[in-house]
């Protein structure tokens, strides 16, 4: 069997297995399980060398979700409002 480095997916959840992301930050399309968001088990070089760059972009995402459930609450307060 091919040894299979891991991949960076720093959006995965290991608590869900549907939340895989298609592909790592590298680009590699990801199988089950070669993948995680923890650094320390990140083998693939690529990815080790974008690890500053996922984290520009975790940060972005997140903050965009936060966004999204501030404008969601402030829906909801106008709403009631009326
Ligand atoms: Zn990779």
Redesign the pocket.
Known sequence: MRYL?T??DPFANPSDEESWSET?????YLNDGNSTNDKDL?S?K??IKRFDKADAEVLTARLQELKDMQGFVDFMNETKNK
């Open positions: 480095k991949h960076y790592g930050i590298c680009g590699t990140v693939c690529k990815c």
